[in-house]
């Protein structure tokens, strides 16, 4: 109950109600107030702790938002991690997913992480098929592998229907050139069994492996079953095998994330000068792993107890990308910042004069602009923050147009003092807050 009306009011507010605007404007009428090559740049100002998951589910759900997709980008896996768990708490979207750094181990750019692939591979199998809104959330390590053109991709999708007739002996072949492995049972990505007239394949597109019942050459059923149970889940009338898009296709097969992505894809940054520096150091680590490599040593002893299928047999520069071209394709999207730094949006140069035409063109189009019950308290806000503005080269109306200011504040730590936790929610109560209590279980 908390919670749903907690996010009602997030989904509420003005200031959320007016970002939606910027962005849809931006959206549907690129070159309206925009001069070419030139994208929407907004900076949410103070969003602490989980605020930002709020204000992100609150934009995704937004119906004027329905047309766009998202793109966060967190500081590190961690953070990412814990990012979409709430987000898919918060919305229970079934688009949502989390795209992490193929490779097992940090330095190590051999080392596959199998389930890590799959998880990778699930999210741009359902991006190039287009349908329902999605979110995307990642961190620099992932950012710096390129990914498999869309058409590449769709190109080399095995699909199975019920009722079809299949030469199971070309299929494992197909199978095997595609890079998955022969087992007595399935348990990971990239593997296949056969037992009688059971084919049981582990694409790298869905969580589950799935089972194909035969009668002949005829597929009789599909279904997805559970690994560790061995029990079918539920069944299915077709199924797309997804070979591993990190070994199977060659350099000239593959894009950045960003190129990969269609155009109405906003990109959510918390401190890209943090994410920047994550991606220079990866570039450091690549250049010394190749250089080991090179030199004929040994990149990684964990590298002996791994299987070939895991382990990437070629390594190449051109596969990675370097942060400056990260930051090139960035500029070219439409941009949410927000952490404890602007850096995009305090680069905006528009002229004053046309951030007010644009201001006239919303209100002639309808749309909603900043009207907040806490106005007064934002201005106050605006005044001590306005010589750094000026400072910056932004006039006041630029800083008024590319930021939006939030009143979070970071919670005190009370140590286990409970008298001063109590101290405190009166204190806030009697000032006119609503109080929202969260615990993992009731009592």
């Known amino acids: 109950m908390n919670l749903s009306v907690l996010f009602d009011a997030y989904k509420n507010n003005p200031r959320l109600n007016f970002l939606a605007d910027r962005l849809l404007f931006a959206n549907l009428t690129p070159t309206l107030?925009?001069?070419?090559?030139?994208?929407?740049?907004?900076?949410?100002?103070?969003?602490?702790?989980?605020?930002?998951?709020?204000?992100?589910?609150?934009?995704?759900?937004?119906?004027?938002?329905?047309?766009?997709?998202?793109?966060v980008v967190l500081n590190d896996a961690e953070e990412a991690a814990y990012f979409h768990n709430t987000i898919e708490n918060l919305t229970s979207a079934l688009d949502l997913f989390y795209f992490p750094s193929s490779f097992k181990i940090r330095k190590n750019f051999r080392l596959l992480n199998t389930s890590h692939i799959m998880l990778r591979t699930e999210m741009l199998t359902k991006l190039s098929t287009g349908g329902n809104k999605k979110i995307i959330i990642t961190y620099p390590e992932a950012l710096f592998e390129k990914v498999v053109l869309p058409k590449t991709l769709s190109g080399n999708i095995i699909s199975i229907k019920a009722n079809d007739t299949i030469n199971l002996d070309g299929l494992i072949e197909l199978f095997v050139m595609y890079g998955f492995e022969r087992t007595?049972?399935?348990?990971?990505?990239?593997?296949?069994?056969?037992?009688?007239?059971?084919?049981?394949?582990?694409?790298?597109?869905?969580?589950?492996?799935?089972?194909?019942?035969?009668?002949?050459?005829e597929v009789d059923s599909i279904r997805i079953f559970d690994p560790e149970t061995q029990l079918s889940e539920r069944k299915l009338l077709h199924v797309s095998i997804i070979p591993n898009v990190e070994t199977q296709f060659d350099t000239g097969d593959k894009v950045t994330l960003l190129e990969f992505l269609p155009e109405n894809v906003i990109v959510w940054l918390k401190d890209w000068d943090v994410i920047k520096e994550k991606i220079e150091t990866q570039e450091e680590d690549l250049g010394l792993f190749l250089r080991r490599l090179t030199e004929g040593g040994k990149p990684n002893s964990d590298e002996d107890e791994e299987d070939e299928n895991k382990i990437l047999k070629e390594v190449k520069l051109e596969d990675f990308v370097p942060a400056a071209t990260v930051e090139r394709q960035i500029q070219q999207r439409h941009i949410v910042e927000f952490g404890y730094k602007a850096h995009f949006s305090q680069q905006s140069t528009v002229d004053s004069r046309q951030k007010k035409d644009d201001r006239r063109k919303l209100i002639d189009l309808g749309i909603q602009s900043i009207v907040d019950s806490q106005q007064k308290e934002d201005d106050r806000e605006l005044m001590t923050d306005e010589g750094s503005a000026v400072g910056s080269g932004l006039s006041t109306i630029d800083y008024q147009l590319s930021t939006i200011i939030f009143s979070t504040k970071t919670q005190p730590s009370?140590?286990?003092?409970?008298?001063?936790?109590?101290?405190?929610?009166?204190?806030?109560?009697?000032?006119?807050?609503?109080?929202?209590?969260?615990a993992e279980q009731s009592k």
């Not at 709020?54 to 766009?68: A, E, H, R």
């Not at 790298?204 to 002949?216: D, H, I, Q």
């Open 184 to 217: 007595d049972f399935v348990y990971e990505p990239g593997q296949f069994a056969l037992r009688g007239g059971i084919l049981d394949i582990y694409s790298f597109g869905n969580e589950k492996p799935y089972r194909v019942e035969l009668f002949g050459n």
């Open 33 to 71: 107030s925009k001069e070419e090559g030139e994208k929407e740049k907004i900076y949410l100002k103070n969003l602490l702790g989980s605020s930002a998951e709020f204000v992100v589910s609150s934009i995704f759900l937004n119906p004027k938002t329905q047309g766009l997709n998202h793109l």
């Open 414 to 438: 009370f140590n286990r003092q409970f008298d001063l936790l109590i101290k405190d929610l009166k204190a806030h109560e009697a000032a006119g807050y609503s109080i929202y209590i969260f």
